[in-house]
């Protein structure tokens, strides 16, 4: 003789229960995931237009080891010539003073004195955003189709300068 208490009785409780349990043990193994590709995406953001673009001028902090310090620019913009090739615009606003100052940023990134003034190509004075300067001092040639534009602004804290960056690459 049975009691009422018998789950002989109700086989579809203990499916109920089977199919419960599974899909917490499915719910639980996707927080898990999400969590896992969470942390890992943290370690290593996305890459950037910036990132590209300081890449391709040869400026990224990777790309100078041991320096210490690195700088942000304060516009950067990514895009594609006529014959597909990458083109990246940088700018970079040296504040000047004590602490960074033009020479500082030329001997991070071991780039030479500028040279003589030079009209900025129309192209990056256009993709920029802001008014950009006619002319700035050339810095000598660098790899690839670098090219380094030093604006300086000697009545701000001394060695204050805006820099220009054209870089083309592949």
Known sequence: MTTGGDSGDRPWARRLLGAFLVVCVLITVGCVWWGVAAFLRMGHPPETDTDRAERLAGLRAEQHPGK????VPV??????????????????????????????????????QP?????????????????????????????????VFVVEHPFEHGGGADVFVRATGT
Do not use: C, I, N
Request: aromatic share 8%; charged share 25%; net charge negative.
């Open 68 to 71: 210490g310090r690195y700088y």
């Open 115 to 147: 040279g003589a003034l030079t009209p900025l190509p129309e192209d990056l004075r256009a993709a920029l955003p802001g008014d950009e300067p006619a002319e700035g001092a050339l810095v000598p040639a660098g790899p690839g189709g670098r090219q």
């Open 75 to 112: 516009a950067a913009v990514l895009s594609r010539a006529a014959d597909g090739s990458r083109v990246a615009y940088l700018h970079y606003g040296v504040g000047g003073g004590d602490d960074a100052d033009l020479k500082d940023f030329l001997a991070t990134y071991d780039l030479p």
